[in-house]
T-cell receptor
Framework: ELKVEQNPLFLSMQEGKNYTIYCNYS?????LYWYRQDPGKSLESLFV?????AVKQEGRLMASLDTKARLSTLHITAAVHDLSATYFC????????????FGEGTQLTVNP | ETGVTQTPRHLVMGMTNKKSLKCEQH?????MYWYKQSAKKPLELMFV???????ENNSVPSRFSPECPNSSHLFLHLHTLQPEDSALYLC???????????FGPGTRLTVT
């Protein structure tokens, strides 16, 4: 059974600071996704990581994938309040016929 | 309308009621998904349809009945629900099964 673990689950940080969210998964996967969810809203796709060593950046967010370590990171640079949301990683497990398994989510609060 | 839409956005129903949730995607996709998001739990995949054929039923109780009349529409028929079924129900679509998923805004369901 595929397990996807995120940490931390709750993160409170000050504006201007840097931090990293980690996503570990338990079995082989080719694809990893990061989503953002604002309170009461749906999931917004942030990044799709398709291969080992993939790195993608959008604004203050940068995601990377290490398939050998079964680890993805979401790095936040110089956080701003608008980044406050819940961030989910999701892993596509080949043996499950391409089903996404989601982590529990990291609730990020950026304080002024 | 663009993207993935869901109606209603909020629904309150008694345990003896019958109701339906509707999802429509305007992206020309061929795969559609139902997810359940409960408080403090990871997103749970419920059903997957690929080219109108159900390809996944993730051990969902029979009080939830999906219907996919065509690639653009997906329904979730609800009957004799339990209070623990209260959750946010999210619909998603992708080009085909296994590709990046795009989520609708969700239906917030409360069972009384």
């Amino acid at each position: 059974e595929l397990k996807v673990e995120q940490n931390p689950l709750f993160l409170s940080m000050q504006e201007g600071k840097n931090y990293t969210i980690y996503c570990n998964y338990s079995t082989t996967s080719d694809r990893l996704y990061w989503y953002r969810q604002d309170p009461g809203k749906s999931l917004e796709s942030l990044f799709v990581l398709l291969s080992n060593g993939a790195v993608k950046q959008e604004g203050r967010l940068m995601a990377s994938l290490d398939t050998k370590a079964r680890l993805s990171t979401l790095h936040i640079t110089a956080a701003v309040h608008d980044l406050s949301a819940t961030y989910f990683c999701a892993v596509d497990m080949e043996t499950s016929g391409s089903r996404l398994t989601f982590g529990e989510g990291t609730q990020l609060t950026v304080n002024p | 309308e663009t993207g993935v839409t869901q109606t209603p956005r909020h629904l309150v129903m008694g345990m003896t009621n019958k109701k339906s949730l509707k999802c429509e995607q305007h992206l020309g996709h061929n795969a559609m998904y139902w997810y359940k998001q409960s408080a403090k739990k990871p997103l749970e995949l419920m059903f997957v349809y690929n080219f109108k054929e159900q390809t996944e039923n993730n051990s969902v109780p029979s009080r939830f009945s999906p219907e996919c009349p065509n690639s653009s529409h997906l329904f979730l028929h609800l009957h004799t629900l339990q209070p623990e079924d209260s959750a946010l129900y999210l619909c998603a679509s992708s080009q085909v099964e296994g590709y990046e998923q795009y989520f609708g805004p969700g239906t917030r369901l409360t069972v009384t």
